[in-house]
T-cell receptor, first 112, second 114 residues
Framework: AQSVTQPDIHITVSEGASLELRCNYS??????LFWYVQSPGQGLQLLLK??????LVQGIKGFEAEFKRSQSSFNLRKPSVHWSDAAEYFC??????????FGDGTTLTVKP | DTGVSQDPRHKITKRGQNVTFRCDPI?????LYWYRQTLGQGPEFLTY????????KSRLLSDRFSAERPKGSFSTLEIQRTEQGDSAMYLC????????????FGPGTRLTVL
């Protein structure tokens, strides 16, 4: 069975500082991996996805993520956080049928 | 392309009542998914449709839950005899239909069962 673990429930960073959100997955085959962002009252928005190829993927809003098969990880990074990045972030692993299994999310707070 | 829409956005009901939610996917998206999200957790898969066919149902979907997509366009999710444990955000997503397609999510319907 597939599963996703996001070890950090809540992270606080200062505006302008770098950010890394951790994601570990369990999946029996080559995973399809996703990062989503959810702001209050908003639906989930896809930041980036990995299916194959280059293990460093670029997404929207200046985010990137690196797939490391040996560590079963897909960590999300951003070099300089903006106040508008405060939100909840979800990592997900997808099956061939397209349905996804999500982690429980990491809430990001940005200090001015 | 107006995105995935869900109606209503909020629903408050009393325990034991039936409720129905509607999801309108992006036009021409063949696959439609329902997820449930409770506070402090990520979305959990409930069911999905390929056109009008319901291809998979999670064991989370008890007998009180039923979903339909009668013409392969919009979908409804009905919960009968609601319980307080049904209180959650119900999310709908759609994709064109390929296995690696991006899921586009709607804003969700927040259900509160009193």
């Amino acid at each position: 069975a597939q599963s996703v673990t996001q070890p950090d429930i809540h992270i606080t960073v200062s505006e302008g500082a770098s950010l890394e959100l951790r994601c570990n997955y369990s999946y029996g085959a080559t995973p399809y991996l996703f990062w989503y962002v959810q702001s209050p009252g908003q639906g989930l928005q896809l930041l980036l996805k990995y299916f194959s190829g280059d293990t460093l993927v670029q997404g929207i809003k200046g985010f990137e993520a690196e797939f490391k098969r040996s560590q079963s990880s897909f960590n999300l990074r951003k070099p300089s956080v903006h106040w508008s990045d405060a939100a909840e972030y979800f990592c997900a692993v997808g099956a061939v049928a397209g349905k996804s299994t999500f982690g429980d999310g990491t809430t990001l707070t940005v200090k001015p | 392309d107006t995105g995935v829409s869900q109606d209503p956005r909020h629903k408050i009901t009393k325990r034991g009542q039936n409720v129905t939610f509607r999801c309108d996917p992006i036009s021409e998206h063949n696959r439609l998914y329902w997820y449930r999200q409770t506070l402090g957790q990520g979305p959990e898969f409930l069911t999905y449709f390929q056109n009008e066919a319901q291809l998979e149902k999670s064991r989370l979907l008890s007998d009180r839950f039923s979903a339909e997509r009668p013409k392969g366009s919009f979908s409804t999710l009905e919960i009968q005899r609601t319980e307080q444990g049904d209180s959650a955000m119900y999310l709908c997503a759609s994709t064109p239909g390929g296995p690696t397609d991006t899921q586009y999510f709607g804003p969700g319907t927040r259900l509160t069962v009193l």
